[in-house]
Structure formats: structure tokens, C-alpha cells
């Protein structure tokens, strides 16, 4: 079975530049979560998908962050403008119902110049 | 609000031994999961082993079992046998089972394993 996966792995840009993350959870899995971790903390949710609804979105910063899950598969999360506390790797999950584990992909540590 | 405290930021260990890594929770919940997750250098979480706070038995999952006390709110994980390839972030995290409650991390502990 196909774990989540996620693109690009890496990215640097600068500031008040845009940047888009991809993730495509694992097949079958209704819920999709995004994740920001900064260096030395453990993972914060941003936003919370059921299907292709949000469901939590509270501590995202909507200003400049955005996130769409189109047909309820794979998710885009967006950064427009990124600023320098934006570098942190961004975490991609799925679980089949929202209170049940989460599987991981492998994170896109993004690095704002 | 749910919360979970990682108060070891690291923790050394030498190979064969055994090791907990501590987790203290909080929540008004009155159900709940607990879980453990690995991170290793390469950044992916790797899901360990889930604790139900209704569960009776403590969770076990190969050479990690979870250590549960709910009456101290504590969720401790011990690691038997320790290898080499343990050498990691450890987190701690949980979920309320009530409502869409998200799933909150602690700070996590990194393990390092000597041979």
C-alpha cells in the first residue's frame, strides 16, 4: 500500500515570495491534515480536512495561508506572501476517520531566505 | 484544550538497554487517544503505538509498550532491547475523541543510542 506522499521534499525561495505544497493521501483515507514544525517543536496542526471540507482551520493564518482539497483526494496548501517564520518543514497526514492514527508523508522542509 | 508535556528534551541509552521517555497530559476530555511517534533524521513520523483512554490493558507493540497511568495522567514510553536505529525524535501526542478535535504534540525527546 502507498504511503502519503508529498512534493517538492525541499524548497527555498525568498521572501514575500509564493510557494505550493502538494500531498496526496493514502488512497481511501477521508481525513487529510496539514502540519507546520518548526526546528525544535513538536508538529502544529494548520488546517483539517473531512473529504474535501475543512473541519479546523483555527490556527491557520489565513492572511497568507491557504489550502483547497479539490474531490476530496489530494490537497494543495499554498503560501502567498512567505515570510522568514515560515521556514519549518510542512507535514502532510491521512487517517481513515479523524480520531484514528495518522500516517505521515514525508514533510517538505521549506527554507525562506 | 488539551496539552502534553515532554519534560526530557534528550535521553541517552546504550544498545541492548532498555529506556522510558516521559509524557504527562492534560485534557477535560473524558475520552481520548494517546499515541507515540518516531521521527528520524530523515523527517518522516512514524506512527509507534495508540493507547484508548477506556482501554484496560496498557498498549504494547513489539519492544515498545506504553506505560499508562491514568489516575497520574501520564503516558510513558518504554522501549526494550535498544537498537541502534532507535536513535530519534520521539513525540507524544493525543486526540479527544469528542467533537473534531485535533491532534496536539509535545515538544518531543530525543533518544540516542550508543553502541
Known amino acids: 500500500e502507498a504511503g502519503v506522499a508529498q512534493s517538492p521534499r525541499y524548497k527555498i525561495i525568498e521572501k514575500r515570495q509564493s510557494v505550493a505544497f502538494w500531498c496526496n493521501p493514502i488512497?481511501?483515507?477521508?481525513?487529510l491534515y496539514w502540519y507546520q514544525q518548526i526546528l525544535g517543536q513538536g508538529p502544529k496542526l494548520l488546517i483539517q480536512f473531512q473529504n474535501n471540507g475543512v473541519v479546523d482551520d483555527s490556527q491557520l493564518p489565513k492572511d497568507r495561508f491557504s489550502a483547497e482539497r479539490l474531490k476530496g483526494v489530494d490537497s494543495t496548501l499554498k503560501i502567498q506572501p512567505a515570510k522568514l517564520e515560515d521556514s519549518a518543514v510542512y507535514l502532510c497526514?491521512?487517517?481513515?476517520?479523524?480520531?484514528?492514527?495518522?500516517?505521515f508523508g514525508p514533510g517538505t522542509r521549506l527554507t525562506v531566505l | 484544550a488539551q496539552k502534553i508535556t515532554q519534560t526530557q528534551p534528550g535521553m541517552f541509552v546504550q544498545e541492548k538497554e532498555a529506556v522510558t521517555l516521559d509524557c504527562t497530559y492534560d485534557t477535560s476530555d473524558p475520552s481520548y487517544g494517546l499515541f507515540w511517534y518516531k521521527q528520524p533524521s530523515s523527517g518522516e513520523m512514524i506512527f509507534l503505538i495508540y493507547?484508548?483512554?477506556?482501554?484496560?490493558q496498557n498498549a504494547t507493540e513489539g519492544r515498545y509498550s506504553l506505560n499508562f497511568q491514568k489516575a497520574r495522567k501520564s503516558a510513558n514510553l518504554v522501549i526494550s532491547a535498544s537498537q541502534l536505529g532507535d536513535s530519534a525524535m520521539y513525540f507524544c501526542?493525543?486526540?479527544?475523541?469528542?467533537?473534531?478535535?485535533?491532534?496536539?504534540f509535545g515538544k518531543g525527546t530525543m533518544l540516542l543510542v550508543s553502541p
Open positions: 493507547q484508548g483512554s477506556y482501554d484496560q
Open positions: 488512497s481511501g483515507h477521508a481525513t
Open positions: 501526542a493525543m486526540t479527544a475523541r469528542s467533537g473534531y478535535s485535533t491532534l496536539t
Open positions: 497526514a491521512s487517517s481513515l476517520v479523524r480520531t484514528d492514527k495518522q500516517f
